[in-house]
């Protein structure tokens, strides 16, 4: 999972290279619309979390990918992929993504999310991912629902703010036409 390719995109792990990148998109105010944290304030702070990011690569084999367009491999265009994130008190297997607004409109996290989505379930055989999205992010939120997710609940993650929805694909199985349906009780 280092390094793969998709119909349009170069995915790779995260290196201490990427800090500017990083910074560029986590620290736009656009890209940081939905987030009550709001954007990155530096690049010692972009730094600081592309080595949480690349310990992550370390400890599980797997973890967030910088994003390319393979008509432009050298610039990084977005952040995503899979880690371990705290729903409740209990870690869960996590989709996340963040793209640069000039990616957003292409189907991109679409695609990106996709590739994470089959090493969750074919490499890892990981038995479900979530996903935490803000309320009013309808664009990711059209994401998730695009690739099978279900509304699962919600989750009070960010002080002082409103609770995140919380969305989850389950594996596929053969014979399990409700694979995907919500736990009685709705419980995370």
């Given at each position: 999972?280092?390094?793969?390719?998709?119909?349009?995109?170069?995915?790779?792990?995260?290196?201490?290279?990427?800090?500017?990148?990083?910074?560029?998109?986590?620290?736009?105010?656009?890209?940081?619309?939905?987030?009550?944290?709001?954007?990155?304030?530096?690049?010692?702070?972009?730094?600081?979390?592309?080595?949480?990011?690349?310990?992550?690569?370390?400890?599980?084999?797997?973890?967030?990918?910088?994003?390319?367009?393979?008509?432009?491999?050298?610039?990084?265009?977005?952040?995503?992929?899979?880690?371990?994130?705290?729903?409740?008190?209990?870690?869960?297997?996590?989709?996340?993504?963040?793209?640069?607004?000039?990616?957003?409109?292409?189907?991109?996290?679409?695609?990106?999310?996709?590739?994470?989505?089959?090493?969750?379930?074919?490499?890892?055989?990981?038995?479900?991912?979530?996903?935490?999205?803000?309320?009013?992010?309808?664009?990711?939120?059209?994401?998730l629902l695009r690739l099978g997710f279900r509304h699962h609940g919600s989750l009070r993650d960010i002080p002082a703010?409103?609770?995140?929805?919380?969305?989850?694909?389950?594996?596929p199985t053969a014979g399990n036409a409700d694979a995907n349906e919500k736990p009685a009780g709705g419980g995370l």
């Amino acid at each position: 999972m280092l390094r793969i390719q998709t119909e349009r995109l170069l995915l790779r792990a995260v290196n201490a290279g990427d800090a500017e990148a990083l910074y560029a998109i986590f620290g736009d105010p656009e890209t940081n619309r939905y987030n009550p944290h709001g954007p990155f304030p530096s690049l010692e702070h972009a730094r600081l979390q592309l080595a949480g990011w690349m310990k992550e690569w370390e400890r599980h084999g797997f973890g967030r990918w910088a994003v390319a367009s393979k008509d432009d491999a050298g610039r990084v265009i977005g952040f995503g992929g899979l880690n371990y994130s705290d729903y409740g008190g209990r870690d869960r297997l996590n989709l996340g993504y963040r793209f640069a607004p000039s990616a957003w409109g292409q189907g991109l996290a679409s695609e990106m999310a996709g590739q994470a989505l089959r090493c969750a379930f074919e490499e890892l055989a990981a038995p479900a991912v979530f996903a935490k999205v803000r309320p009013a992010n309808l664009p990711s939120i059209r994401v998730l629902l695009r690739l099978g997710f279900r509304h699962h609940g919600s989750l009070r993650d960010i002080p002082a703010a409103p609770a995140s929805l919380v969305y989850a694909l389950r594996a596929p199985t053969a014979g399990n036409a409700d694979a995907n349906e919500k736990p009685a009780g709705g419980g995370l």
